[in-house]
Nanobody, 115 residues
Framework: QVQLAESGGGLVQPGGSLRLSCAAS????????MGWFRQAPGEQRELAAR???????YIADSVKGRFAISRDNAKNTVFLQMNSLKPEDTAVYYC?????????WGQGTLVTVSS
């Protein structure tokens, strides 16, 4: 079993920055993909960014140039650096881990961008 624990959400003004962290524990395989999804009120969950254990990353067009994803394999932790935040970035951000065809999710952390 895999557990994911997110941290770093909160309230930030437009143009500000936040850094989300997600630590995975349990039975973690060497090869996996960790990522961040987000779900705004009334919207479907969407992928923001993901990164493989080998370091290959993908950033969604909606956040490209503002968000960056990184990971520390030794600590099974993934980070999402969010800069130049906009009100439309307001959402619950979920950490995910995929390995051997199975998906695991964190409970989510709320990010609110508002003045």
């Amino acid at each position: 079993q895999v557990q994911l624990a997110e941290s770093g959400g909160g309230l930030v003004q437009p143009g500000g920055s936040l850094r989300l962290s997600c630590a995975a524990s349990g039975s973690i395989f060497r090869s996996n993909v960790m990522g961040w999804f987000r779900q705004a009120p009334g919207e479907q969950r969407e992928l923001a960014a993901r990164i493989t254990s080998g370091g290959d990353s993908y950033i969604a067009d909606s956040v490209k140039g503002r968000f960056a994803i990184s990971r520390d394999n030794a600590k099974n932790t993934v980070f999402l650096q969010m800069n130049s935040l906009k009100p439309e970035d307001t959402a619950v951000y979920y950490c995910s881990l995929t390995q051997s065809g199975a998906d695991y999710w964190g409970q989510g952390t709320l990010v609110t961008v508002s003045s």
